[in-house]
């Protein structure tokens, strides 16, 4: 691979699971942000946003993309708000190419809402605001979009035809 393939979307989009089944149709690493801020802390992300607070999270976020896409390119799976940084969509927009799975508030709620481990899908309102507020975001980044509702395996298939099809240089989805 030429150049990262960062997954972007809301909380229950599947970024983590088309994130490895991509990486292993293209026979790249893949690395999921969480797993990566959760290894850093020592702590699970709950713990993190009780005792830590939002704000280290999304620095600590920020921080370890900017470190890990120094790597050999693979497939990244961001957390739901790290698009909300300047810095990082800057970064991705140099060293990326990013795909959006975009998905309907109400069926990523019903995928992860209430669920433990998720300390941003606690109240639905909420969490459909906030999939609302995030979406102008994950479009600006985007070049390409893909429907999230689909079974992950043909949303992996369909972001590696993509790849293996020029990638941006296509015309942009959506």
């Known amino acids: 691979m030429e150049r990262w393939v960062a997954l972007a979307g809301y909380m229950g989009a599947g ?5 490895r089944r991509a990486a292993d149709l293209l026979g790249a ?26 704000l280290w999270f999304r620095r600590t976020e920020e921080d370890l993309i900017r470190e890990n896409l120094g790597a050999d390119p693979g497939v990244l799976a961001l957390g739901g708000g790290a698009l909300g940084s300047r810095r990082t969509r800057d ?16 069926l990523a709620w019903d995928r992860v809402g209430g669920r433990p481990g998720r ?11 906030r999939a609302v507020e995030r979406e102008h975001v994950y479009r600006e980044a985007a070049d390409v979009i893909l429907d999230a509702a689909l079974p992950p395996d043909e949303v992996a298939r369909d972001l590696v035809d993509w790849i293996g099809g020029g990638g941006p240089d296509e015309e942009r989805a959506g």
């Open 91 to 106: 970064l991705l927009g140099r060293t990326a190419w990013v795909a959006w799975l975009r998905i309907d508030p109400a």
């Open 15 to 19: 970024k983590s699971t088309v994130g």
């Open 119 to 129: 300390p941003l899908a606690l109240d639905r309102d909420r969490f459909v605001r």
């Open 29 to 54: 690493q893949f690395l999921d942000v969480d797993d990566l801020v959760e290894a850093h802390a020592g702590q699970s992300i709950p713990e993190i946003f009780a005792q830590r607070g939002e």
